[in-house]
């Protein structure tokens, strides 16, 4: 029910919190025979123009104007062109393979090293038990609308409920279908960062802690899943962004994870396959170095829940590897 009211404390503080996530992005440049390319960006950092040809997404978030329908994505000529438009954890073939180097689903196990840096995150305990999911649960209502974007998407009241304008409606059953054709890995990732922070409290979706959170009959749980996967389809969010190599990349998430602040920063990884078709976002929580420039990131993937994997630089040969499925309900190519 929409309530216009001042808002609580923890439902300030998580707002607050939202305007400065920023997002990492692993994109795979879309020109036969390229090396791959990483895209970053951070909240602290001034937009930036992308270079053609590579796929970007960006943030922070903040509170926005009324929506306006916006499309999930646009691809051309084998190319990435609006690749801002992508979504992650859209739509996937069961064939998509995400990284654009040869790998196996033992690549990207957990790997062996030198710890470089380590936020502290664990799939268990801090992760959500349970998989990352397509249809059969809910997504937006008006209440998450408002929460994203004021009251200015209300065109009328009945009572405490918010009557939608007719293109908020749209935009909020664009990204609702969007969400049930694909996954909410986004959602996943954004929201156990935010619970790990206690910027989200998971007493509020009746657990004492994330391991115990059950998804079935848990209305408030799906629905806040779906408002932190929305979180990435905000204009706000995709008109900042840093392109750079693996190296790069690599260098920005090991100086955040160097002296994290998890309740005022937060960081999600995020790539294409190389066919820009569909995309998948996960949790770095570490880093460790492997000897003769190879470094894994550890990652909580959403697909996998409770299982420690990494994905692979190669800052010599600037390439990266990961071996996972874009939408849950197809295997991992």
Not at 166 to 174: G, K
Not at 181 to 196: A, D, N, P, R, T
Not at 210 to 230: C, D, F, H, K, M
Not at 312 to 320: F, G, S
């Amino acid at each position: 029910m929409w309530q216009k009211q001042t808002e609580p404390g923890h439902q300030r503080r998580r707002r607050q919190l939202a305007t400065m996530l920023g997002i990492i992005a692993l994109i795979w440049q879309m020109i036969g025979g390229a090396s791959p390319a990483l895209s970053m960006s951070l909240s602290m950092l001034a937009a930036a123009s992308p270079p053609a040809g590579y796929a970007v997404v960006s943030g922070p978030v903040e509170q926005s104007s009324t929506p306006t329908p916006t499309p999930t994505r646009s691809f051309a000529a084998g190319a990435a062109k609006n690749a801002v438009n992508n979504i992650f954890g859209n739509t996937a073939d069961a064939d998509d393979d995400t990284s654009p180097n040869d790998a196996t689903q033992d690549d990207a196990k957990i790997a062996e090293g030198d710890l470089v840096v380590d936020l502290g995150f664990r799939p268990d305990p801090h992760g959500l038990p349970f998989e990352n999911y397509a249809d059969g649960y809910d997504n937006l209502t008006s209440t998450e609308m408002v929460r994203l974007f004021g009251d200015g998407v209300c065109a009328a009241q009945r009572g405490d409920r918010c009557l939608l304008s007719p293109p908020a409606r749209q935009w909020m059953e664009r990204y609702n279908q969007a969400m049930s054709g694909g996954g909410h890995c986004f959602g996943f990732s954004v929201l156990s960062l935010l619970i790990y922070a206690d910027a989200v409290d998971p007493l509020l979706f009746n657990a004492a802690n994330p391991s115990e959170l059950t998804l079935a009959g848990n209305v408030n749980l799906q629905r806040e899943i779906a408002y932190a996967w929305s979180f990435q389809a905000l204009q706000s969010v995709r008109d900042q962004a840093v392109t750079g190599a693996p190296s790069d990349i690599l260098d920005a998430l090991i100086d955040y994870l160097e002296d994290p602040d998890p309740g005022e920063e937060t960081y999600t990884l995020a790539f294409v396959n190389r066919r820009g078709r569909g995309g998948h976002a996960v949790t770095p929580y570490a880093v460790e170095d492997l000897g003769n420039d190879q470094f894994a990131v550890h990652i909580y993937d959403n697909n996998l829940p409770g299982v420690e994997r990494s994905l692979l630089i190669d800052r010599h040969a600037e390439t990266w590897s990961y071996v996972a499925s874009v939408n849950p309900n197809s295997r991992a190519a």
